[in-house]
T-cell receptor
Framework: DTGVSQDPRHKITKRGQNVTFRCDPI?????LYWYRQTLGQGPEFLTY????????KSRLLSDRFSAERPKGSFSTLEIQRTEQGDSAMYLC?????????????FGPGTRLTVL | AQKITQTQPGMFVQEKEAVTLDCTYD???????LFWYKQPSSGEMIFLIY??????QNATEGRYSLNFQKARKSANLVISASQLGDSAMYFC?????????????FGKGTKLSVIP
């Protein structure tokens, strides 16, 4: 297993278009997280899944954002009607266990640029 | 609400010297975890070290150590014998037991530059 993977690594789109990102977690990890990182900031939590259930969503996740994790394996994050403010790095992370000591393993991220 | 503060936007260190990156945190939870991640220019977040709120000993991982002062709510990262490959962004983060997701809350980061 080579770790968390994300696809695509870069996406350039025009305002108003829909985009979808994919995250493949480490295979035995049942928890999957999405974060967004804008320039000069640390990552900000968007949402997380335990297996296939989406259990928490941040207020940052507007109605234009939707995330899924069918069958508790890979996850997709879709942004509809993209806006320039959506330009950011979208990071996916996974972890095996729940707890304050649960180390999250991050993927390389998808950098979104909205023109 | 929980908060992580990193007051050093940028730091310079001479190769082979030690450097301390500051991190303070704010939470009313008694059970929490503190993490440091490294983010090179490639963008991937790399886990460095973890400290639990109930751990009495400071965490160490190779050249990394965490100077945990619970009463002062600080969790500074010490990198010994700096190497050129240590040049990167460094983020302090916190995980809370009260947050069911155990999501990480990150600071704004410190950009470390190692000078040959």
């Amino acid at each position: 297993d080579t770790g968390v993977s994300q696809d695509p690594r870069h996406k350039i789109t025009k305002r108003g278009q829909n985009v979808t990102f994919r995250c493949d977690p480490i295979s035995e990890h049942n928890r999957l997280y999405w974060y967004r990182q804008t320039l000069g900031q640390g990552p900000e939590f968007l949402t997380y899944f335990q297996n296939e259930a989406q259990l928490e969503k941040s207020r940052l996740l507007s109605d234009r954002f939707s995330a899924e994790r069918p069958k508790g394996s890979f996850s997709t994050l879709e942004i509809q009607r993209t806006e320039q403010g959506d330009s950011a790095m979208y990071l996916c992370a996974s972890s095996l266990a729940a707890g304050v000591d649960n180390e999250q393993f991050f993927g390389p991220g998808t950098r979104l640029t909205v023109l | 609400a929980q908060k992580i503060t990193q007051t050093q936007p940028g730091m310079f260190v001479q190769e082979k010297e030690a450097v301390t990156l500051d991190c303070t945190y704010d939470t009313s939870d008694q059970s929490y975890g503190l993490f440091w991640y490294k983010q090179p220019s490639s963008g991937e977040m790399i886990f460095l070290i973890y400290q639990g709120s109930y751990d009495e000993q400071n965490a160490t991982e190779g050249r990394y150590s965490l100077n945990f002062q619970k009463a002062r709510k600080s969790a500074n990262l010490v990198i010994s014998a700096s190497q050129l490959g240590d040049s990167a962004m460094y983020f302090c983060a916190m995980s809370l037991s009260g947050a069911g997701s155990y999501q990480l809350t990150f600071g704004k980061g410190t950009k470390l530059s190692v000078i040959p």
